[in-house]
């Protein structure tokens, strides 16, 4: 057995890289486990929210801080305005594409974004808006508080994610810092249909942390198995080049 071929420069250089990547499979392991923990910590308060009672929209709202009211079950009072209405695209419910259906609704007070539910692609383009119209009147709106994003852009009357700030210019009315994931009191016909609740499972990160550490066994241990027979393997007197 020759040991002294794996220990010139370019075979320890390839020792290097397979212990380097070694201690990255572990790192993206850990990775994956502290990601794990913050969605399970996550999970807790959103599940912790949602069991809480419906309160009134404008009493259960943080003004200052919207963050800290996401999740929680309101109930608000107010008028569908069919005319500010807009259309979240690429969504997706049960693999079918679609859109969200997203109205203002009219408060006595102020006024708030609800997002009414998901319309499939094929309604949505051949259909007419009486499929998924408005209540008439007042209505009571029962849904979970979500927060804004930043939008990237949209075309006509289609919108790439729910921004608070640019339908609060495009309609031209002061909105609240929250929008409502209508769970009851948005429909009237077939469609659009309610939302889901969030996922709350623990996703596929404990998974992929064993892959990982799968992973970096596999070289820890094939590794110098592979270099034993290169070693063992080597004809006498022969010279590494």
């Known amino acids: 057995m020759s040991v002294s071929r794996l220990l010139r420069p370019l075979w320890l250089l390839t020792h290097l890289l397979v212990v380097s990547a070694m201690f990255a499979m572990v790192g993206f392991g850990v990775w994956q486990l502290r990601r794990l923990d913050d969605r399970q910590a996550q999970n807790a308060v959103i599940e912790e929210r949602m069991a809480q009672p419906a309160g009134p929209l404008l009493d259960v709202v943080d003004l200052d801080d919207p963050e800290a009211s996401v999740h929680m079950t309101v109930h608000a009072p107010g008028t569908f305005d069919p005319g500010s209405e807009v259309y979240v695209a690429n969504r997706t419910l049960d693999g079918r594409p679609g859109v969200n ?11 708030v974004v609800v997002d009414r539910g998901f319309l499939p692609r094929r309604a949505y ?3 007419e808006d009486s499929y998924w119209a408005t209540p008439d009147g007042e209505v009571v709106v029962t849904g979970r508080l979500r927060t804004t994003r930043s939008s990237r ?8 994610v729910i921004d608070l700030t640019g339908l609060s210019e495009r309609w031209g009315v002061s909105l609240l810092p929250v929008y409502i994931e209508a769970t009851s009191g948005a429909v009237v016909a077939d469609y659009p249909l309610v939302p889901r609740p969030p996922d709350l499972t623990d996703g596929p990160h404990f998974g992929y942390a064993i892959q990982w550490f799968v992973f970096a ?11 034993v027979r290169i070693a063992r393997d080597e004809p006498p007197g022969v010279e590494a080049s």
């Open 101 to 111: 259906v997203v109205t203002l609704l009219e408060l006595d007070s102020g006024a």
């Open 125 to 127: 383009l051949g259909g």
């Open 217 to 227: 066994l596999i070289a820890l241990i094939g590794y110098p198995l592979v270099m």
């Open 153 to 160: 852009g949209g075309l006509g009357d289609e919108v790439d």
